[in-house]
């Protein structure tokens, strides 16, 4: 089966959810003898090979160097490229509904589409009116003319079904299973004045809907002295973003990292002592996924999207409620042993349901049956 993927940033992943997921399935399905080829944004990938270590195919095309059009501008040249100068292949995975809006072009060529759409993009804090109806359009495109829609959470699934009369396919994110001992772990550590269990976790965009001010705030009102550590950032200019930076940056207690990867990431999430996330608007949150995997304890908002992935194996504050966050997190801190109980109940659940090779045999399944 020859397959293309298109709408993410590329290969190897190095932003959000999108590209952790496309990195895990694509590697699977090489793995097992499809051809993969996922379409990349030649200005964030200097250093550009041709093919990934597990055998995935690399294409490099440019974007629009406007932000509001850069993702829909690459998206644009790889429908150009895969209509045009890669006929062949016939099954094409998108990514993010906003690009829902090319299906029908890539559906006159004969292409099977499916497209991923993650959470209601349109209710996110940071697109504008023009921004919100192009998401919109696309879902509208996407439901008239994919092939297919894949949902990661039961929410999404059911808006379709009430708002669109649509059915999707839900398969949720994997998480990927970090080790207990990471190599070096204690230099990763000492990097950032920070001892193994004895500090908070929180790994996220630096935008409104992901809560970070609102994490803050309730963590100054503990009684502990342990730090929070925030994993994390956005592009300079981005007022939420700078006031957190000029506000924080300095604090003792509160450390901003900026983003880190590979390593130096497993590191830091491995040896926390809880994470912790205010995110109001998710999907099935690839780093929640992570911090389970890595038996670390786990306290989110209680928003429906986390209660789905959760299920009875992780706790949540009152949704939205900040004060009940500070109040459920002081009594982990005042209880210790159980933060060790419930991480151990998190990690179990994370083995059990959500198998990257499992997930990737779902798509592989989806398309053979579309």
Same mark, same amino acid.
């Given at each position: 089966?020859?397959?293309a ?15 952790t997921?496309?990195e895990?399935t694509?590697k699977?399905?090489?793995k097992?003898k499809?051809?993969?080829?996922v379409y990349?944004r ?9 093919k990934?270590?597990d055998?995935v ?7 629009s ?6 993702t829909?501008s690459?998206?644009f ?9 890669n006929?062949?292949?016939k099954?094409?995975?998108i ?10 072009l ?6 099977k589409?499916?497209?991923s759409v993650?959470?209601?993009e ?11 109806s192009?998401?919109?359009l ?22 379709y079904?009430?708002?669109f ?5 839900l ?5 990927k ?7 070096n ?10 001892s ?10 630096? $935008?409104?809907? #992901?809560?970070?001010?609102?994490l ?6 503990l009684?502990? %002295?342990? =730090? @929070?550590v !925030? ?13 957190i930076?000029?506000t924080?940056d300095s604090?003792?207690?509160?450390k ?7 390593k ?10 809880m994470?912790i996330?205010a ?8 780093s ?17 999207e ?7 194996f992780?706790? $949540?504050?009152? #949704?939205?409620?900040?004060n009940?966050l500070?109040?459920k997190?002081?009594?982990?801190i %005042?209880? =210790? @042993?159980? !933060?060790?109980?419930m991480?151990?109940?998190g990690h179990?659940?994370?083995i059990d ?9 779902q798509?592989?399944s ?5």
């Open positions: 089966m020859k397959i993927v298109i709408g993410i940033r590329g290969l190897p992943a190095n932003y959000s959810g999108f590209e997921c496309a895990h694509t699977h399905w090489a097992d499809h051809e993969v080829l990349c030649k200005h964030l990938y200097p250093n550009r090979n041709l990934t270590d055998g195919y690399l294409k490099y095309l440019s974007s160097p406007i932000k509001s059009l850069e829909l690459h998206t040249l790889a429908v150009l490229h895969l209509c045009f100068f006929r062949k292949t099954i094409v995975h990514y993010n509904c906003g690009n829902g809006i090319f299906i029908p890539l559906r006159l060529f004969g292409k589409t499916f497209i993650d959470g209601l349109w209710k996110r804090k940071k697109w504008g009116v023009i921004a919100k192009m998401y919109k696309g879902a509208l495109i996407s439901v008239k003319f994919s092939n297919h829609i894949i949902v990661d959470n039961k929410i999404v699934e059911d808006f079904i009430e708002n009369k649509k059915k999707t396919s398969i949720a994110y994997g998480a299973i970090i080790g207990e001992n990471i190599e772990d204690s230099d990763y550590l000492n990097k950032f004045e920070i193994s269990k004895k500090y908070f976790l929180f790994v996220g965009r630096f $935008v409104k809907e #992901k809560g970070v001010e609102n803050i705030q309730s963590y100054l009102k009684n502990t %002295d342990f =730090p @929070l !925030i994993i994390g950032d956005d592009v300079k200019g981005n007022e939420y973003r700078d006031n930076f000029s924080y604090h003792p207690k509160i901003l990292l900026g983003y880190r990867f590979g130096e990431y497993e590191a830091i999430l491995t040896n926390a002592l994470y996330s995110s109001e608007l998710e999907g099935t949150s690839p929640l996924l992570a911090a389970m995997g890595a038996k670390v304890c786990t306290l989110v908002n209680g928003i429906e986390n209660l789905a992935t959760l299920g009875d992780g706790t $949540v504050f009152k #949704k939205n409620d900040y009940n500070t109040e997190w002081q009594y982990f %005042d209880n =210790p @042993l159980t !933060i060790e109980k991480a151990l109940k179990n659940h994370v349901q959500y198998s990257w090779s499992n997930i990737a045999k798509y592989i989806l398309f053979k049956r579309n």
